[in-house]
């Protein structure tokens, strides 16, 4: 397989699914939140659905893999990862499964995406933008904090493009939960499922991921809590905890 062409800033880097992903040397890294969010995306083969604010491309990338859509699009602000993302998309042979947007969340309507959508994920800004650590690289400071768009512009954008019925997955902080159910019920975004992921099971949640029904009923089941790690009876910490690495193995919730 020939190597791609790669800028003095861009690393590549082999992650699960046998993905080769192109990434910034100084920008976002693979990282759990990402994987989690793909495997907690229920299947619907025949679907069409969008990541708002795909970075890199990797969740979309993940799902094309997995053949849980039929069709996806990769839908970024940022000229700089969109191009990125298009590279990534091309290098591991899922042009005809996604296709990657100049797009703003905050005016995108479902004209821009061939029509109304079964299902929309995201991984979006958690930090408000004047609050923790300020990135010197612009393109990270814009994916970490609300520059773009808060949950609420998530949360509105999913809901103009979603079909009734449609489903909306994120990935969020559990400090600001109560951000995300304000937006989910402005929107008309039912929470249906919802899990807490633990690094240990002595530590607080770092993260939750959601399941969202368009005009949904009331009624919200939440799961198990994951713990990704676990410490072995001689202190050492093991990789991932057994249900962790079913998840990672099997690519799925």
Known sequence: MQAPVLSPDEQLDEVNEHIRLIRRKNGLTFGSD???LSA???PASNGRAA???CGT????LLLAARHTYRK???IEAQPTYAELAQKNVHLNGFSDTVSVFLRDVRQL???DLDGELDVVFSNPPYMRADSGYASPHGEKQIARHEILGCMDDFAAAAARCL???GRFYTVYRPDRLESLFAALKKHKLAPKRMVFVHDHRDKEPSMVLTEAVLGGAEGLAILPP???HETGPNGVEKALSPRAQTIYDEGHF
């Open 226 to 228: 994951l713990f990704l």
């Open 40 to 42: 907690f995306c229920r």
């Open 163 to 165: 079909k009734y019925g």
């Open 51 to 53: 990541d708002f604010g």
């Open 57 to 60: 491309g990797i969740i979309a």
């Open 72 to 74: 996806i699009y990769a």
């Open 109 to 111: 309507t479902p004209t």
């Open 34 to 36: 990402a994987f989690l």
